[in-house]
C-alpha cells in the first residue's frame, strides 16, 4: 500500500528475488568471487537488464547507470548488469560484449545471462519474466524484490526510490 | 556525520529554517493562505530561490521543479518558489514576474522576496545567506534546513535527498 | 520551383522584403547607424523575431541563432533580432529586454518592434503578417525574403538555406 | 581559399576522391548495384566512416545522419555509410554489423571496408589517411573530396557545406 509520505513506486516487502544464472562475469576485481544474491544480502542491490544493441539500453539505461554509480559513490549500493540476449545471439556474444563494456566504459559488474537450448531468452530472464530490455530491479538489504520497470525510469524517481531503500 | 546508509548530502537535523518574508504570492489557490514555516510545519519543503531573467534558472532550475512536481505528485511534498531579485529590479518587478510564470507554466505558489531600502538583495535572500540564483533549499518536517546548494543539482540526487526527508 | 538540386526550403526569388519599423536599437557598436533594408542591401540576413518571455524563443529560437553567430562568423551574414512585443506588454519593455539580452548574453543588434496605438502586435509584426513567436526570416542580398517560418526549424535545414544565400 | 562568401569549411576542387574498397554491403534495394564512386559522378556523396561499438558515432555520427536523410529526403544527395573496423575485429563482424544496423534503424546503403592481413586498419580508411572513427567525408558531383573531419560537426556547418555543393 502507497501512502502520502512514501517515495513513489516501491513496492512492499515480501517478495523474495530470484538468484541469477550467469555464464562469466566480467568487470570483476582481481579475486573477486561471482556475486550472488546471499552474497550481496545487507546491501541494496541495483540490476540493468540490458543487451547491448538495444538502442534504449545504450542511449538511456547504461548512461544513467554510470550516473548512478558517481551519485552513490560510496553509498551502500551495489550495482550489477545482467546482459540477458534474447534475440541476435550471433552478433552478442561474450568477445562482442567485453569490447563494448571497453568501449562504452562500463565499468561496473556485468554477468552473461544463461542461454540454455531451446529458449531464445536466457534463464535468468525468464526467471524473473523480464519482458524486454532495459529493465530495472532493485533488490533490498533483506533480498526482496522491490522495483521492477520495463524501459526508461525518470532520474528523480529512481534517486528516490534507492534513498528509500538505503534509508531502511 | 554520513555513514554509507545516507543518501548523498543531506545535512543532519538542529538547523531551524528560517521564516520568509514576502510582499506577494503568485499561483495561491483561491482562499489559500499565505504559506508559512508555520502553517507547513509537518510537510516535507522544497524552496527554488530564482530569478525570472536568470539562464540557470529558467533553463535548468526551474525544469527540474516541473519535474518533481509531477514524480512526487500525490506525496506529502510542497514546492515554493521564491523570487529573490538581486539585480535589475526594474525589469523583474510583480507584473513581469506574472507574466514569465503564466507563459512557463509555473504552476506551484510563488513568493516576492521582500525588497529593503539600501539593499540590492531582499530580505529573506539576505537571511539565508543566499550566494545566487538558482539556490535549492530542503526543509525537512520539523522545520529543520536539511540542503541548501547554489546552482545544478542533478535529478539522481534531488530525488534521494527528497526520498530520504520524505521517509523520516 | 524547387528541384532536385536546391537545399530544402527556399522561396523563390521576386518577393521583396518590407522595410522594419523599430523605436529603439540595443548592440549597436559605438557610432553604428540603425541598421535598415537599404543599408544591408548586399548581405544575407537572418531576422529572429521574438518575445523575451516565450519560452520557445528562450530555450530553442535565441541559442539557435548564437549557434549561427559562432559557426557563420567571418561570413557574410547579418544577423538581427526584432523584439515583436504582442502581448504581456508591461513586462517587456525595453528595460526588461535590455536586462534580459545582458543575461542571455545575446550580443547581436536588437530592434524593438514599435508599437502603434489600437494594436495589439507591433507594426513590423503586422506588415510581415508573423503568426506568432518565435519567428525566422531569410532575405538575400537583393533584399527579397526567401524564408519564413514560425517556430522551430532544424539547424540542418537552417544551414543549408543559410548557405544557398551565402552562395548567391 | 575562403572568402567572406563562402560557406564555412568546404574544401576547394582538384583533389580527386578515391574509390573504396567494400567487402559487403548492406541496405542495397533488391538488384541495386554496389555504390562506387562513378556509378554516383554526378551525385553530391556525404561518407560517414564508423564503427558500431563507437560511443562517438552510435550517440552523435549516426543519428545526425539520420537527420540528413529527413531534411534533405528529396534532394540530390546520397548517403554512404563505411564500417571501418580498426579494433575489436572479432565483434564488429558483418552478423554483428546487421544486427546493430537493424536494431538502431540505419537504412542507408553501408559498405564494410575491406580488411587485408597485416593491417589493423582497413583498405579504404588507409587510403583516406582517416584518423578515427566517425570520420565526415563529402564528394561533390565531379568526384572531388570537398570536406574531411574526424569527430563531431555541428549540424548548422554540415548543412551549409551539403547546401553549398548541392547548389553547385
Request: include cysteine; charged fraction near 15%; hydrophobic fraction near 45%.
Amino acid at each position: 500500500m502507497r501512502t502520502g509520505a512514501d517515495a513513489p513506486g516501491l513496492a512492499p516487502p515480501g517478495q523474495a528475488a530470484l538468484n541469477w544464472s550467469v555464464e562469466r562475469w566480467f568487470n570483476l576485481a582481481p579475486g573477486q568471487s561471482a556475486p550472488t544474491l546471499d552474497a550481496l544480502r545487507g546491501h541494496v542491490l541495483l540490476l540493468h537488464a540490458f543487451q547491448m544493441l538495444c538502442p534504449g539500453c545504450v542511449l538511456h539505461g547504461l548512461p544513467q547507470m554510470q550516473r548512478v554509480q558517481q551519485v552513490f559513490a560510496g553509498m551502500d549500493l551495489r550495482l550489477l548488469g545482467l546482459h540477458t540476449v534474447f534475440e541476435h545471439h550471433e552478433a552478442m556474444g561474450p568477445a562482442s560484449l567485453q569490447a563494448f563494456l571497453h568501449e562504452f566504459r562500463v565499468g561496473f559488474p556485468v554477468g552473461v545471462d544463461r542461454a540454455e537450448p531451446g529458449h531464445a531468452a536466457p534463464r535468468t530472464m525468464r526467471d524473473y519474466a523480464l519482458q524486454g530490455t532495459p529493465s530495472l530491479l532493485l533488490i533490498d538489504r533483506q533480498g526482496d524484490l522491490r522495483f521492477h520497470a520495463l524501459g526508461r525510469v525518470e532520474d528523480l524517481q529512481l534517486g528516490a526510490l534507492i534513498a528509500q531503500l538505503l534509508a531502511q
